[in-house]
């Protein structure tokens, strides 16, 4: 018996980072089930193939939107209920943004361990991956130093040779220790930090 398979299109809504294909390909691509994914930049769409006998187009959708993104299709919250969520949101802890200045004196000459979150507000990954990091620094904040730098805003992280976000840098004694990329892994980090 032959297995039957449905080729889905899925619009893709706020797709600005043609780096970050290739992970919303692989998190779809972990379902059991899917056969082929695609994604296309300038199209801004998600060709998926799979079998609707193993995976269900609802798994599909909720991989795309576990990396951040929205589906064309589908309903979302509007500003005024994000805005009441986050009027309700308890206190939460909050990273310092590092600048082009402060850079050397609070990463390069620093005593302590930095962590530094290479980030962009625009990004629907960076924002996925923001809750975990947070909490990771709200835990180990004792140990190292939390920071994050907004690439849009800076020109330092070209030094350290950034091609996607969000990415994650450990600098010990001034210099580039540990790296974490393409959808850093909390506790992979908090492994590496020693804890």
């Given at each position: 018996m032959s297995k039957t398979?449905?080729?889905?299109?899925?619009?893709?809504l706020r797709m600005d980072c043609?780096?970050?294909?290739?992970?919303?390909?692989?998190?779809?691509?972990?379902?059991e089930?899917?056969?082929?994914?695609?994604?296309?930049?300038m199209s801004k769409i998600l060709r998926v193939t799979y079998d609707p006998g193993v995976t269900q187009l609802a798994e599909i959708e909720a991989a795309v939107e576990r990396v951040g993104y929205r589906i064309a299709y589908k309903k979302y919250p509007g500003a005024?209920?994000?805005?009441?969520?986050?009027l309700?949101?308890?206190?939460?802890?909050?990273?310092?943004?590092?600048t082009d200045?402060?850079?050397p004196g609070k990463v390069l000459h620093a005593s302590r361990t930095a962590v530094v979150l290479f980030s962009s507000p625009t990004c629907p990954t960076c924002r996925v991956f923001k809750p975990g990091f947070?909490?990771?620094a709200d835990k180990l904040g004792g140990e190292a130093d939390f920071f994050e730098m907004d690439i849009e805003a800076t020109?330092?992280?070209?030094?350290?040779?950034?091609?996607?976000?969000?990415?994650v840098i450990i600098f010990r004694a001034g210099k580039v220790s540990e790296r974490f990329t393409a959808m850093p892994v909390a506790a992979e980090i908090e492994k590496a930090l020693g804890a």
């Open positions: 398979l449905t080729v889905k299109t899925i619009p893709i043609p780096t970050c294909i290739p992970l919303l390909e692989k998190e779809v691509a972990k379902l089930g899917v056969e082929t994914v695609r994604g296309g930049y005024l209920s994000r805005l009441r969520g986050f309700k949101k308890e206190a939460e802890v909050e990273l310092s943004s590092l200045s402060d850079f947070l909490a990771l020109e330092t992280w070209r030094d350290y040779d950034i091609l996607s976000i969000p990415q």
